[in-house]
Nanobody
């Protein structure tokens, strides 16, 4: 399994921006689809965005469309999630995850997960 570690979360105000980072070790990103997911207290985990490493395709949830951007730096073995125009409803723990033999936003195909990073957006 690939090992993942997220960072970059914090406390921001409505309308601010944050960039989350996900660093991988143990396996190369080239064989995986890397996704960002989030979970708020009392809510189910939901997909945010994903990128297919080989095909370079990106996927976005409705809530992320137009505000969030997923990207990668192959040399650094890192995936980023740039989050702009943040809203209080974006408050959640954000997780980076990896899926093998799949590309998309269905969390059931993601088998390796990071520990999460907290994002809090005040109003």
């Amino acid at each position: 399994q690939v090992q993942l570690a997220e960072s970059g979360g914090g406390l921001v105000q409505t309308g601010d921006s944050l960039r989350l980072s996900c660093v991988a070790s143990g396996r190369a990103f080239s064989s995986y689809c890397i996704g960002w997911f989030r979970q708020a207290p009392g809510k189910e985990r939901e997909a945010v965005a994903a990128v297919s490493w080989v095909q370079q395709r990106t996927y976005y949830s409705y809530s992320a469309q137009g505000r969030f951007t997923i990207s990668r730096d192959n040399a650094k073995n890192t995936v980023y999630l740039q989050m702009n125009t943040l809203k209080p409803e974006d408050t959640a723990v954000y997780y980076c995850a990896a899926a093998g033999g799949y590309s998309g936003l269905d969390p059931k195909y993601y088998t390796s997960w990071g520990q999460g990073t907290q994002v809090t957006v005040s109003s």
